[in-house]
């Protein structure tokens, strides 16, 4: 089992930045590959980014590509996404989540474990 909780998200004018952080304990966090998806109110929850167990490969949305970073520190249990030149239409639910396996995914079913989310809202 693995617990992930995010923190970081807020509110932003539009062109500013964020960094979300996710923090897992439970099972040895390098071991999983972790993702970042976004839910707005009405849509589903889609993917924004991931990354390998290792650190190794990166996968982006068309949408977020050049305005966000993922990244993580397996020495401290925790992936990052670094959001910059937000737009109001990034406002979304964003969620972590962890996979067991070494790629990247963009898919949601092959995750297993979910943090609760993190608001983050942009204004224009």
């Known amino acids: 089992q693995v617990q992930l909780v995010e923190s970081g998200g807020g509110l932003v004018q539009a062109g500013g930045s964020l960094r979300l952080s996710c923090a897992a304990s439970?099972?040895?966090?390098?071991?999983?590959?972790m993702g970042w998806f976004r839910q707005a109110p009405g849509n589903e929850r889609e993917f924004v980014a991931a990354?390998?167990?290792?650190?190794?490969?990166?996968d982006y949305a068309d949408s977020v590509k050049g305005r966000f970073t993922i990244s993580r520190d397996n020495a401290k249990n925790t992936v990052y996404l670094q959001m910059n030149s937000l737009k109001p239409e990034d406002t979304a639910v964003y969620y972590c989540?962890?996979?067991?396996?070494?790629?990247?995914?963009?898919?949601?079913?092959?995750?297993?474990?979910w943090g609760q989310g993190t608001q983050v809202t942009v204004s224009s």
């Open positions: 439970g099972r040895t966090f390098s071991n999983y590959a």
């Open positions: 990354i390998s167990w290792r650190g190794g490969s990166t």
């Open positions: 989540a962890a996979r067991e396996g070494k790629g990247t995914s963009r898919l949601r079913w092959s995750y297993a474990y």
